[in-house]
C-alpha cells in the first residue's frame, strides 16, 4: 500500500529545515518499522511550504500498527527532537491503489 503525504509548513524557513534537517533521519528510522520512504518533494507550483512523501507499507502489514509502534518509540523522540512541530500547518494524506494492467 502507498500513501501520499502531503505536509504544509508555516514558511520557507520552516519548509528548508523539514527536508534538510528532519526528513534525511525520519526515513532512516521509519525503516525499522517497515515503513518506505519511496522519496520526498518540494511542491515548487504554489506558495512553495509544502513536502510531498510517498510512504509505502509492506504487503499484509497494517500501517496503522507500524505508524503506532513507530510513535511509541525513541526513534520517534529522535526524530522530532530540535523540530517544532507546529510549524507543520496541515497534513493531507491520500491512499493510493495500482490501476489493473498497468
Known amino acids: 500500500m502507498l500513501e501520499l503525504r502531503t505536509y504544509s509548513l508555516a514558511n520557507e524557513a520552516a519548509r528548508r529545515r523539514y527536508t ?8 532512516r528510522s521509519l525503516a525499522k518499522y517497515g515503513i518506505t520512504v519511496h522519496g520526498v518533494w518540494t511542491d ?11 510512504i509505502g507499507y509492506r504487503a499484509g502489514e497494517d ?12 526513534d520517534f523522540a529522535a526524530d522530532h527532537a530540535g ?9 493531507h494524506t491520500v491512499t493510493l491503489e495500482p490501476v489493473a494492467g498497468t
Open 20 to 27: 534538510e534537517d528532519f526528513w534525511p533521519g525520519h526515513v
Open 63 to 74: 500501517p496503522h500498527r507500524l505508524a503506532d509502534a513507530y510513535r511509541a518509540s525513541t
Open 44 to 54: 515548487t507550483a504554489t506558495d512553495g511550504h509544502r513536502v510531498l512523501a510517498l
Open 83 to 91: 523540530f517544532d512541530v507546529a510549524l507543520i500547518t496541515s497534513v
